[in-house]
């Protein structure tokens, strides 16, 4: 829900950022092809162990098994995959068991290493073929906004976000169509101070709204509306707006607050539009049903990855700019590596060379998703 990014915490601004980088980067070197065993897997095995990656963890051993906790708790409540993905041996009885046998191991392991050889030993592992079988793997991120706002439209807060109407049904208007013809009249659920903090809610999938008594109001993505997602970071990309290893979160950000003028007629472009519903939780569920985790949960296409999965990530430092803020200045050249689960999904996440890393609610981590936008590779696993 990508929360639902997109709708689906994932919509991603993915964070709003959805560019296709350039091929070429400078960590990968030249390796075999990943050739799927059946027509249409989007995993292939590694046999070879020279071929895997160190496994170590650069996050808290507390936020992973909580992180699990929740994907086992999705595979007590769904027993069979609703999502369409199907691979040979990837069954949730078997993710599920694979996921209790990595906890109870994870939990007796003392160090890194120990770890990295737990998994060796006992796991099967699977890298995701990315882009054209290379294993190349384009990660973004999202996270969960908080903006002021109030429960009725004012001078300051005229924007609004709104629950999904009694005739939705898929395809549903675009966006244009919505907002021209002001279809959604009455379906108000909360005002914002600007278009664009609507529209970033829309591409996260969720968000909290801070009303002027203090209160919160939590939102969460209930549907979206069927049409193509078009991202306008990528538009404004490719009509040489901002150059292209200069676009994150706060460059798009910055250029609409100088250029407002032209935000209507970007947004138009993009007909997608999502619809929400008022929640009680602060944390966004993921489109699995759970709590997403800062930096533990993905969001991923579930038609080619295993819904509730444990993953591992392997993320190269961004090339350029110095606005890369993902990593800490002392360690900018070296890579983050990190256990995952898959629990999200997004509109904008599709293809086995795609994923989304949730980063939490706030000013904070919206930055920082908003400023990861490189490669790497996924890998998931299954027990032996």
Sequence with gaps: MRLKRNGHPCFLLTVTLLIIMGSGCAMFK???????????????????????????????????????????DYFKR????PYGFHMTGFSHENLEDSLKFFREGFLRCRDAEEINDFIIKNFRVFQAIGNAYEGQVHFTGYGTPIYDGSLTPTGEFRY?????????????????EIEDRNLLKGLEIVYLKSKLDAYLIHVQGSGQIKLSSGEKVYVGYAADSGHKYNSIGRMLVMDGKIPEEELTLSTLISYFQQHPGE?????????????????????????IGVPVTPMRSIATDKKVFPAGGLAFAVIEPKKAKKTWK??????????????VLDQDTGSAIQTPARADVYFGIGDQAMYEAGNLNTFGQLYYFLKR
């Design 263 to 287: 935000l209507d007629s970007y947004l138009k472009k993009n007909d997608r539009f999502i619809f929400f519903k008022r929640v009680n939780y602060a944390t966004p569920y993921g489109s």
């Design 78 to 81: 769904v027993k069979t995959n």
């Design 30 to 72: 030249k390796r075999p092809l990943l050739v799927p065993k059946e027509p249409g897997d989007t995993l292939v095995e590694i046999t070879d162990p020279t071929l895997l990656p160190h496994f170590k963890d650069d996050y808290s051993r507390d936020s992973l098994l909580h992180s699990i906790d929740n994907s086992l």
């Design 326 to 339: 993902f990593w800490d200045k002392e360690n900018s050249g070296t890579g983050k590596s990190f256990f």
């Design 160 to 176: 609004p976000i709104y629950k999904m109407p009694s005739d939705f049904r898929k395809p549903y208007y675009t966006r244009r």
